[in-house]
C-alpha cells in the first residue's frame, strides 16, 4: 500500500536503548536505567485518590475540547503562585501532554512548507513533529559557550516563521535567563516569526527559578505538561497557552484532533496541583542525584559538560574516548550494565560524540550508576 514520504521520521533513539536494557533484563542481568526521561515515582497519591473517588460517580465522558474549567483555572492560578504572572484561564488549553500541544501549535501557527528553528542539540520529537506535518524543521548549532542554547546571533542571518526554544532544555538541563529570553522574543517580533516555549521542566530547578516566556510577552505559545514535576508521564496530560485571539482556532483544531485530553487524567492533574509536599519530596531526591552526579562523572572521567540548571539529565562530550556515541552506550550497556542515550537523538551532527545520562531514579541507582561507570572507564584506562 502507498505511503508518505513526510510519514517517514526517524526513529526515537533512546526508545531503542529502552528495549536492549529490557532485553538484558529479561536476560536476567541487572542494569542501572540512565537512560530514561522520567520521573520513577507514581503519580501523587492525592491525585490517584481524586481520581478513584470521581470514577465511583462520574461516567468519565468526554470533556470539553479546551479542558475541564477547574482544571484551566488551577493551571492559570500556577502561573501566579510560580512566576507571579496574572493569567486569564480562558487563555490556558488542557492537551494531551505536551507532544499533543506540539501537534495544536504547529498546525495553528505555520502553513506547509514552513521552517521552524529549533536548537540542537534539543528534544527529537520537534524536529520529527515538524516534518510529519509537512513543515521544514530548522536546526541551529548552538554553542558550549552559550550552554547550548540558541542566541540571536546564531539565528539573524535565517529565514524562518517559528522559533521553538526549551527552557530547561532536554538533553542539556541548561535555562535561558530573562535576559536571553528576551533577546530571542524580539528576534522573533522583528522577524514576524512565532516564539513557542517548551516550559515542561518548570519546577524541576535547583538554583534559579526557570523563567517562563508569559512574564515577557503575551505574543507566545507556552506549552507544559503534567509529566515531570508533576510526575505523571502516562497520563498524558498537559496544557498550553496562547494569546487570546488564538483560542478559537486552537478550540477547533483540538476538537477535531483529539475531542479532549483523557477526562480520568484531567481529574487525577487537578489533585496533583494540590500534592506540594509529595512532589516536593521528589524534588529533593532529584537535588541529592544531582550533586551525586556533578562529583561523580568527573571521578569516573566524564569532565566535558555545562551543570544542568534544571530537569535531570546531565549532557556529556565523550568525544575524547569515541567517534560514535551509539556505539559507546552500546558497550556501556553490553559491559557495564547501565543504560545511557547516544546524542544523534538530540543533535545529528554533533551527537555521535556525546551521551545523555539521567539522574530521574532513585538516589541508590544513582550511586550505583556511577560506580559502574568508574569502572568501565578505569578498565579502558580512561581514568
Ligand atoms: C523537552 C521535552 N518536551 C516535551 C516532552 C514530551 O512530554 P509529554 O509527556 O508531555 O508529551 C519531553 C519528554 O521527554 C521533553 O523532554
Request: charge should be negative; include cysteine.
Amino acid at each position: 500500500m502507498r505511503t508518505s514520504r513526510r510519514g517517514a521520521v526517524d526513529p526515537f533513539i533512546v526508545m531503542d536503548v529502552m528495549e536492549a536494557a529490557r532485553q538484558a533484563e529479561a536476560d536476567g542481568r541487572h542494569i542501572i536505567h540512565m537512560e530514561v526521561g522520567q520521573p520513577g515515582t507514581a503519580a501523587p497519591e492525592g491525585a490517584r485518590k481524586a481520581l478513584t473517588e470521581a470514577m465511583a460517580e462520574d461516567a468519565m465522558g468526554y470533556t470539553v475540547a479546551l479542558g475541564l474549567p477547574a482544571l484551566r483555572a488551577r493551571i492559570a492560578q500556577l502561573y501566579g503562585e510560580w512566576y507571579n504572572v496574572d493569567l486569564d484561564p480562558a487563555r490556558v488549553i488542557v492537551t494531551p501532554g505536551s507532544s499533543g500541544a506540539f501537534l495544536l501549535a504547529f498546525s495553528a501557527l505555520f502553513d506547509a512548507g514552513e521552517r521552524v528553528a529549533i536548537g540542537a542539540p534539543g528534544y527529537p520529537s520537534y524536529r520529527q513533529i515538524l516534518k510529519a506535518l509537512s513543515l521544514q524543521p530548522l536546526d541551529v548549532q548552538t554553542a558550549p559557550e552559550n550552554r547550548l542554547q540558541p542566541v540571536p546571533d546564531d539565528l539573524r542571518t535565517l529565514d524562518f516563521e517559528g522559533l521553538m526554544v526549551a527552557s530547561p532544555a532536554n538533553p542539556t538541563g541548561t535555562m535561558l535567563d530573562s535576559g536571553a529570553m528576551g533577546a530571542l522574543i524580539d528576534l522573533c517580533r522583528e522577524k514576524d516569526a512565532a516564539f513557542i516555549s517548551d516550559e515542561i521542566y518548570h519546577g524541576i530547578e535547583y538554583e534559579a527559578k526557570a523563567v517562563t516566556a508569559l512574564e515577557l510577552t503575551d505574543e507566545c505559545y507556552v506549552i507544559n505538561s503534567f509529566s515531570k514535576y508533576f510526575s505523571m508521564t502516562g497520563w498524558r496530560v498537559g496544557w498550553m497557552v496562547v494569546p487570546d485571539d488564538h483560542v478559537r482556532k486552537i478550540e477547533r483544531l483540538a476538537q477535531n484532533m483529539f475531542i479532549c485530553a483523557s477526562h480520568a487524567s484531567q481529574v487525577a492533574a487537578l489533585a496533583a496541583m494540590d500534592c506540594r509536599e509529595e512532589l516536593e519530596a521528589n524534588m529533593a531526591v532529584y537535588r541529592a542525584n544531582r550533586a551525586l552526579m556533578a562529583e561523580g562523572l568527573p571521578k569516573a572521567g566524564f569532565t566535558q559538560f555545562a551543570p544542568p540548571d534544571g530537569a535531570f539529565y546531565f549532557y556529556v562530550d565523550v568525544s575524547a574516548f569515541t567517534q560514535d556515541s551509539r556505539a559507546f552506550a552500546r558497550e556501556l550497556l553490553e559491559e557495564a550494565g547501565v543504560a545511557a542515550t547516544p546524542g544523534l537523538d538530540f543533535d545529528p551532527v554533533r551527537g555521535h560524540q556525546t551521551l545523555r545520562f539521567s539522574y530521574a531514579r532513585s538516589t541508590a541507582d544513582i550511586e550505583e550508576g556511577l560506580a559502574r561507570l568508574k569502572m568501565f572507564m578505569a578498565a579502558r584506562g580512561f581514568v
